[in-house]
Each structure stands twice: as structure tokens, then as C-alpha cells.
């Protein structure tokens, strides 16, 4: 059994920086994958960046690529997502995800990121 501890949510003003930290604990050797999706209120949860084991592939929604950057410590079982630029649009919760090798997804509890003018 994966779980998954996120922090570093919060509010900021449009263009500030946020950094998300997500540790895993419990099975982590299980883990082939983990990443953040961010889901609005009354919209579908959307994969926003994802990273392998390892480190030596990650992906990334359009809508932040360029501003958005997703590392792993595997000596720390810890994802992060350095968020740059934020804008408006980003405002959702985030939710840290770790996806085994046989497809078997855990969810973190979700953090609040809030960007206001």
C-alpha cells in the first residue's frame, strides 16, 4: 500500500512561483511512475506532469510546458513540481499520483493552488 504526502500548496499572485512536494512511502519499489494531475471544480481531473522511475522521462500538458518543471529524489521517495510564471488559469487542486507497473494508480489528498490578481 503506496501513500502519498503532498505539500506546498497556496496563493500567489499571477507570475509567482509555487514548488509542490509529494512523498511516497510503503511499496515505493512498486512505483513505475508519478506525477501531478490538478482538477477544477466541475471540470474533469487533468494530468498537468508525470516523471518515470529513474527520472529519465517526464511529460507535460501543453498548457504548462515551458513554465512548469516536475524532479524526483528517489533517495527521498519525493516528486516535485516547481510551477514558474503562474497564471489564472492554474488555480485548482493538485493531486500527486503513483502509478504501479500493473496499471494500479494512488492519489495524495490533493493541495489548494491559488493565483489571484
Known amino acids: 500500500q503506496v501513500q502519498l504526502v503532498e505539500s506546498g500548496g497556496g496563493s500567489v499572485q499571477p507570475g509567482g512561483s509555487l514548488r509542490l512536494s509529494c512523498t511516497a512511502s510503503?511499496?515505493?519499489?512498486?512505483?513505475?511512475?508519478m506525477g501531478w494531475h490538478r482538477q477544477i471544480p466541475g471540470q474533469q481531473r487533468e494530468l498537468v506532469a508525470d516523471i518515470t522511475s529513474g527520472g529519465h522521462s517526464t511529460n507535460y500538458a501543453d498548457s504548462v510546458k515551458g513554465r512548469f518543471t516536475i524532479s524526483k529524489d528517489d533517495a527521498k521517495s519525493t516528486v516535485y513540481l516547481q510551477m514558474n510564471n503562474l497564471e489564472p488559469g492554474d488555480t485548482a487542486v493538485y493531486y500527486c499520483l503513483a502509478r504501479k507497473a500493473n496499471g494500479y494508480v494512488y492519489w495524495g489528498q490533493g493541495t489548494q493552488v491559488t493565483v489571484f490578481s
Open positions: 510503503g511499496g515505493i519499489y512498486t512505483i513505475n511512475i
